[in-house]
Antibody, heavy 120, light 107 residues
């Protein structure tokens, strides 16, 4: 079955960088996009961007431009999220999700989430 | 960016009751509207896509309607496992945007 398994919880200091991985299994990795979505404590869902594992093309939300980098490693079927210059406003749960090429912006399967705390 | 306005933000309902949640995008999105269910500490789960198509395995008590700028999610007879937060999401254009969520609580 389709699985997206994310790396574990992170605690970071302000100004540091965050790196999260998302290991895919149960489907052909390069045939689906990967999205990253985050959720601040008690808040709604915020889309961060999307990457096409076949070629690596990305689209990032304007809010995070310059701080976010999404990448994939097709040899290990892994997607990665890097977020730099962290502040307390980056605290929350980060999710990866996949979508089909025909329904590009519909995340149909999600990872379990990676909790992130940014605190001095 | 397309703003998604979801209402109500919360509601209370008894088991067996009926729930209707509304989502209004700031511009027409045809039928590119999806609904997710999220339980505490869990990832969102896709319930309905393209306004009215039930994701595989989702009970038929869930239904979605609408097009353009008004969409609704209905739960016809709420079950104990349906108490959760529901989000609408537009997949019409980037950036993807979500509604603010509707928390469905037990009365």
């Amino acid at each position: 079955q389709v699985q997206l398994v994310q790396s574990g919880a992170e605690v970071k200091k302000p100004g540091a960088s965050l790196n999260i991985s998302c290991q895919a299994s149960g489907y052909t990795f390069i045939s689906y996009y990967i999205h990253w979505v985050r959720q601040a404590p008690g808040q709604g869902l915020e889309w961060m961007g999307i990457i096409n594992p076949s070629g690596g093309r990305t689209t990032y939300t304007q809010k995070l431009q310059g701080r976010v980098t999404m990448s994939t490693d097709i040899s290990t079927d892994t997607a990665k999220l890097e977020l730099s210059s962290l502040t307390s406003e980056d605290t929350g749960v980060y999710y990866c999700a996949r979508s089909t090429f025909s329904m590009t912006l519909l995340p149909d399967h999600w990872g379990q989430g990676t909790p992130v705390i940014v605190s001095s | 960016d397309i703003q998604m306005t979801q209402s109500p933000s919360s509601l209370s309902v008894s088991v067996g009751g009926r729930v209707t949640i509304t989502c209004r995008p700031s511009q027409s999105i045809n039928n590119f509207l999806n609904w997710f269910q999220q339980k505490p500490g869990k990832a969102p789960k896709l319930l309905i896509y393209s306004s009215s198509t039930l994701q595989s395995g989702v009970p038929s008590r869930f239904s979605g309607t609408g097009s353009g700028t008004v969409f609704t999610l209905t739960i016809s007879s709420v079950q104990p496992e349906d108490f959760a937060t529901y989000y609408c999401q537009q997949s019409y254009s980037k950036p993807v945007t979500f509604g603010g969520g509707t928390k469905v609580e037990i009365k």
